[in-house]
């Protein structure tokens, strides 16, 4: 904010009373902000404008949940959830249209990738939903002490990062947006009340160490790289040797003195006792907290969902060996508000008009985000091989090829033999995909 008020030739000390008008206060027309400069403020309502982004959808689940459908353009819309608490309001809020990660468990995985959202977009749904609440006589408000005085009885005291989207595969725009989170002239929010979840990233959880440490959760749902690679595709690059060091690694610099690991508890597949005796070996030594997810279906996943009396004796294995675990409650399921459900309306540009087939959906011949893809062009039998990686990682003439590239979505969710169109500025190109390999 700073750089843009300096672009008007406006001191410094703008940056923080716009900061203040726009998101303590909500205020939208410019015009009513009036301990700016009347010049400055023409010249704004020249060049900017506050807007929400539209609401879609709204509704309300029997135990006080909301879900919004927040539309972002080009047909795409994103979700976000308020879950109030008596003690918190917590909001979770989207950082892409889509997924490209595509565990198998969650249900934005299974519809595909189509952008990621711009800083504006994804602090806009903090915006909106605080000032909204602001209105409703049924949200849950609360005087939170790590608040700024002008700040005290805001309803949303929690912001995670938990909704549509891997956060750190859009790590700019999240910075960005997690910046003025705690930012005391916008929303003042204390680093521990804001959490960033993550499949694991690693590049990129060093970066954010660094850059702003907030609360991590990390995606784990599987004690051992052969299950969490069916599981969680992204384990595929990087395995969890490497995860649990960069968690160590994290540890110093985190506002928590613990990694919460995430696991969503699937009937037979990761539930077992051994698998709970393998997460006690993997956690040995480092300071977390396991938080059991209650699984929530959806028709595409072939997954069910793990019995209560086994949660339960999974948690007793864990907690007796000294692991801090918890039972997360399932909130908004009735409203497919719950974790994992959250899927959205996104134009699929990674698959389009293709059929999905669940059974391909865990082989390792299909290309998600990791891969190494050979590719033959078909006009010249030019034969190519690109690792498809984070948008920081690329490197073309290396052979890093961006998750955003038009290349990289057409191939995310196609096969062996498959043939993908790209169009470029030189002209339309076809490729026929000759192999895909992890690692």
Same mark, same amino acid.
């Given at each position: ?155 949303? *005291?929690? =912001? /995670?990062? +938990? ?9 700019? %725009?999240?910075? #960005?947006? @997690? ?19 993550? *499949?694991? =990233? /690693?590049? +990129? ?9 907030? %609360?991590?959760? #990390?995606? @784990? ?219």
């Amino acid at each position: 904010m700073a750089e843009y008020v300096a672009g008007f030739n406006e001191k410094p000390f703008r940056a923080k009373q716009l900061l203040q008008w726009v998101h303590q206060r909500g205020t939208s027309d410019i015009a009513q902000m009036t301990d700016l400069a009347k010049s400055f403020r023409n010249l704004l309502s020249e060049q900017a404008e506050v807007i929400s982004l539209p609401v879609i959808n709204d509704i309300k689940a029997k135990d006080g949940t909301r879900k919004w459908l927040l539309d972002v353009g080009a047909g795409n819309a994103v979700e976000m959830v308020f879950i109030p608490e008596d003690d918190r309001g917590t909001l979770c809020i989207s950082s892409q249209a889509g997924c490209a990660v595509n565990c198998r468990f969650c249900s934005t995985g299974h519809q595909g990738f189509a952008r990621n959202l711009t800083p504006a977009e994804i602090i806009g749904q903090l915006w909106f939903a605080e000032h909204h609440l602001r209105q409703d006589p049924d949200a849950i408000r609360r005087l939170d002490e790590d608040c700024a005085e002008q700040q005290q009885g805001r309803v949303i *005291s929690n =912001v /995670v990062m +938990m909704g549509m989207g891997e956060p750190l595969l859009n790590y700019d %725009a999240v910075l #960005v947006a @997690l910046r003025l989170m705690l930012d005391d002239h916008a929303y003042g929010l204390s680093r521990r009340r804001v959490t960033v979840s993550t *499949s694991g =990233v /690693v590049p +990129m959880m060093d970066r954010l160490a660094q850059d702003c440490p907030v %609360a991590l959760a #990390v995606s @784990l749902h599987a004690p051992n790289d052969r299950l969490r690679d069916d599981l969680v595709p992204l384990n595929q690059k990087y395995p969890l040797k490497e995860l649990i060091a960069a968690c160590d690694r994290y540890l110093p610099f985190a506002p928590r003195d613990f990694i919460t690991f995430e696991y969503c508890m699937l009937d037979d597949v990761n539930d077992h006792d051994q698998h709970a005796h393998e997460l006690i070996r993997l956690l040995k030594g480092l300071r977390c907290k396991l938080n059991l997810i209650p699984f929530n279906p959806f028709p595409q996943s072939g997954l069910k969902r793990s019995k209560p009396e086994r949660v339960k004796q999974f948690a007793e294995i864990l907690q007796d060996a000294g692991l801090v675990t918890t039972v997360r409650k399932t909130r908004g399921d009735d409203i497919a508000a719950a974790c994992g459900q959250l899927a959205g309306d996104v134009i699929d540009r990674t698959r389009r008009a293709e059929v999905i087939d669940v059974a391909r959906l865990t082989g390792s011949s299909q290309i998600k985000f990791g891969a190494t893809v050979t590719l033959v062009d078909e006009d010249t039998e030019e034969k190519i091989t690109y690792q498809i990686v984070g948008t920081d990682e690329s490197n073309i003439s290396a052979g890093l090829l961006s998750i955003q590239a038009p290349l990289a979505r057409a191939l995310i969710g196609k096969a062996n033999g498959d043939s993908v169109e790209v169009v470029t500025p030189g002209g339309a190109r076809a490729y026929e995909i000759l192999s895909v390999a992890y690692r």
